[in-house]
């Protein structure tokens, strides 16, 4: 293997780097993954995701699979000392075609990503194996590799490389990348359960926002069910995790040794953190390894899930047509407000549940029973406290500013080609795409002469863009809006360097209605 030269190097084979992976093989890149462990870590970390994130899952064909094993749109509540609900939503979908939120097993969704890599024969996993080191070297990265089976080294070649090595990576350490922010001095209890019999509100996440016993129980899929609590100050690990102390703070709560049985507990520390710099030359980092966040909102894989996204088919466009290097400077100017925005939220949501003052603790609770009376309640709740809607406000966007731009289209289902109906994204199928809605606006022959297929919106997307005012918009291969016009403007022209066809190989059929 010395000195073969890969497209792009994945370091780290969770969520993250088999999104990546998945979206890389798809785009036909040669691509080797190098993962330490041999085998999916056995303990479920992260316990939701969104629609958002499907979407992403959804454009490599495997969001109905994953579906099977997720728990979709559960109510969450925020209840008091005595269980009884503060405020109690299901969250509302924004129109990306898939549950708002959905309950997760992580294991499992470890595994079917695994499974979707191995469909790409140019994809090629290294298990029992870490990477020592990274150095730039010119119009590629030099890779130093350990195989942990035999102690041997080799070494490897990639254009670029994706450090989604989690929150300790020791990519972002070679490469010098501080992380800022802080770890929360307070330590937490994660006790995973098997159900056995079930009890009242046994499918919804519960935020106990007890002063004595601040604590977060949560369904997860397939008999699962899962309780964070904060440490007692002044005990041990090993005290924390007895059967002791679990049973204690399960029993408070009514569950019994005939509802569940303990699979597993942890002690871990909370984490507010993003990189310094999440590009060194040829090298990326994304997931964990950029940012960290707390898992109020369960948002820490799916921000890495995120990342990936954007940045894959930047890398492909530059590696299979030329464009320009610049555009991948676009990745951490889109992705890093998203999940900072995302991080000060959960922070948000962990304050509201962790209070322990007694008047703050009084005004909390009346203020949150206030707000559950508004008219558009869950609406208030979702946009103040999960996760904001995603909008790129710089990055890889038209210089012309139009109010449409840099927002993701929405994901009706429509009439394809054969007049069977699909969700719009499987008939975009990942290539650049003129939306319009009654006719092709001033300009769109730049576009079309490229060979962007151009499509006429109607019901719902024909709304949602007249929301927007805009009569068209080009969007790029993740869904987000490049360009946009109104009736009185022409279409902004193409980026320099654009060839859309070197986004998919696909045959592009170009008049289809939607």
């Known amino acids: 293997m010395s000195g073969q030269l890969y497209d ?40 939701s995701t969104d629609e958002e994130v499907m979407r992403i899952w959804q454009s490599v064909g495997l969001a109905e699979r994953l579906q099977e094993d997720m728990l979709p749109e559960r109510p969450i509540a925020f209840v008091d000392a005595a269980g009884v609900p503060l405020i109690e939503t299901v969250f509302t979908r924004r129109g990306c075609g898939h549950p708002a939120q959905q309950f997760i097993y992580q294991p499992v969704v470890d595994q079917v990503l695994r499974e979707g890599v191995s469909r790409f024969p140019d994809v090629e996993v290294l298990v029992e194996h870490e990477c020592l080191r990274v150095l730039n070297s010119g119009g ?36 010098g990348v501080g992380y800022s922010g802080k770890t929360y001095a307070e330590r937490w209890v994660v006790v995973d359960t098997e159900v056995l019999k079930e009890w009242d509100a046994h499918d919804r996440l519960r935020f106990h926002c007890d002063p004595a016993q601040p ?19 002044g005990q041990d690990d090993k005290a924390l995790v007895s059967d002791a102390a679990i049973w ?36 990326f980092l994304a997931g964990d390894a950029a940012h960290a966040m707390p898992p109020w909102i369960g948002q820490g894989m799916s921000a890495g899930v995120r990342d990936v996204a954007n940045l894959c088919w930047k890398l492909a466009a530059v590696l299979r047509n030329g464009a320009p290097e610049s555009l991948l400077d676009s990745f951490e100017r889109e992705r890093k407000p998203h999940a900072i925005e995302v ?41 103040m406290f999960w996760v904001p809607t995603a909008r790129f406000r710089e990055g890889y966007l038209a210089p012309h500013r139009h109010a449409a731009i840099g927002w993701q289209i929405p994901q009706p289902w429509v009439t394809g080609p054969t007049g069977a109906r699909v969700r719009l994204d ?34 719902g997307l024909t709304r949602w863009l007249r929301s927007r005012k805009a009569c068209a918009v080009v969007v790029r291969p993740d869904g987000f809006i490049y360009a946009a016009c109104d009736s009185t403007n022409s279409m902004p022209p193409p980026p320099h360097g654009l060839n859309p066809s070197a986004y998919t190989e696909r045959p592009i059929r170009n008049g289809v209605h939607a």
């Open 426 to 459: 499987d008939l975009l199928a990942g290539r650049w795409a003129l939306l319009y809605t009654d006719a092709p606006p001033a300009g769109a022959s730049a576009w079309t002469s490229l060979g962007v297929i151009h499509i006429r919106a109607s019901g």
């Open 8 to 47: 792009v190097a994945i370091i780290g084979y969770g969520p993250t780097g088999a999104t990546a992976a998945n979206l890389l093989g798809q785009l036909g890149l040669r691509v080797v993954v190098i993962e330490r462990d041999f085998d999916i870590y056995d303990r479920a970390r992260a316990i």
């Open 343 to 383: 991080t000060r939220r959960a922070v948000r949501v962990g304050r509201i549940i962790t209070e322990r003052r007694g008047a703050l603790v009084t005004m909390r609770n009346r203020a949150l029973r206030a707000v559950s009376t508004l008219p558009g309640a869950p609406a208030l709740i979702q946009k």
């Open 248 to 283: 204690e703070v399960l029993h408070n709560q009514g569950i019994t040794e005939d509802h569940v049985r303990v699979l597993r507990a942890v002690v871990y520390s909370h984490h507010v953190r993003v990189a310094d710099r999440w590009r060194v030359g040829r090298v």
């Open 140 to 175: 590629h990265v030099e890779l130093l590799i350990a195989d942990l089976r035999n102690d041997s080294l080799k070494r490897v070649r990639a254009s670029y490389v994706i450090a989604a090595d989690g929150g300790s990576s020791s990519t972002r350490s070679h490469l």
């Open 215 to 233: 604590t977060v129980d949560c369904p997860t899929p397939l008999g699962h069910h899962r309780w964070e609590f904060p440490a007692s100050p």
